[in-house]
């Protein structure tokens, strides 16, 4: 009989953020898969579970794969965890679990801490919803590329950031999506947790140390979209794949005008 993958979310910097019954899991399988082993080692010592550890990390997550599966397959149950939070968000996992899927595969969640989550209700912003994107790449093309969908987002867009690309980081998104107020949380579930306002234009963080969440806030007048021209807010629209007339209605509906006020401001397009 085949084992099971158990997906593990592990604490995101307090040692006691983690579930009974992930002790368990982690306590009960055959095999653990850490992202980083000497990372690993310091929680699962500290909860005194003592299992076979292997390397399971981003940059052979394929191989890494395959050894898992073949484990699995021959009966053991493995725990897949990563340095903090839950595996396959911004984490090694995602491929995995869908290989698991593919090959038939019993695979189960055992849910922890997740930073974004975490700094969203710290900030205390009130949202119906928000975008999360996680890392931005390293190129500029590629984090253009990243964000060019979001720039007009009525709702909030979380970022990670490490401490050596977060003023650069900054500077690019004030770069892409204008003024905006942002909150900066750090440390989350550590000592010097802290949530701090910043606008963008001004950004600045000394010395970073530590893992970062920026959290981009809506443009200040609601509707980012309005603060264009009404042809490059209907151009907007059809880049997205919408008929101009289409892009029109949506245009007339974001900014309370008549239909006919947007088609006059259109007619070359």
Do not use: W
């Not at 980083?36 to 003592?50: A, E």
């Not at 599966?69 to 090694?92: E, R």
């Not at 806030?217 to 264009?228: E, K, Q, R």
């Amino acid at each position: 009989m085949a084992g099971t993958l158990y997906v593990v979310g592990t604490p995101i910097g307090n040692l006691k953020d983690i579930t009974y019954r992930a002790v368990e899991t982690l306590s009960s399988v055959d095999v653990i898969a850490c992202e980083d082993t000497r990372v690993s080692l310091k929680l699962l010592s500290y909860y005194n579970v003592k299992k076979p550890l292997i390397s399971y990390y981003k940059q052979k997550e394929r191989e890494g794969s395959e050894k898992i599966i073949s484990l699995l397959s021959d009966g053991k149950n493995v725990a897949l965890i990563t340095d903090a939070g839950m595996p396959c968000v911004s984490d090694p996992g995602a491929i995995l679990v869908s290989e698991c899927r593919r090959a038939g595969l019993k695979v189960e969640i055992v849910p922890g801490a997740s930073a974004v989550v975490s700094a969203v209700a710290l900030s205390g912003i009130t949202s119906r919803g928000f975008t999360f994107l996680g890392f931005l790449p390293e190129k500029r093309k590629d984090k253009e590329e990243l964000v060019k969908d979001f720039k007009f987002s009525s709702e909030p867009v979380v970022f990670y950031v490490s401490p050596h690309e977060i003023n650069d980081d900054a500077k690019f998104l004030y770069e892409s999506f204008g003024e905006r107020q942002v909150f900066v949380v750090h440390e989350l579930t550590k000592m010097f947790e802290s949530v701090e306002e910043q606008n963008l234009s001004s950004f600045s963080i000394p010395s970073p140390k530590g893992e970062y969440v920026l959290i981009v806030m809506p443009s200040a007048g609601g509707n980012a979209l309005n603060d264009l021209s009404i042809a490059d807010h209907v151009r907007h629209y059809m880049q997205s794949g919408m008929t101009k007339k289409d892009a029109i209605k949506r245009t007339a509906s974001d900014r309370n005008v008549d239909k006919n006020t947007v088609y006059s401001e259109v007619l070359d397009l």
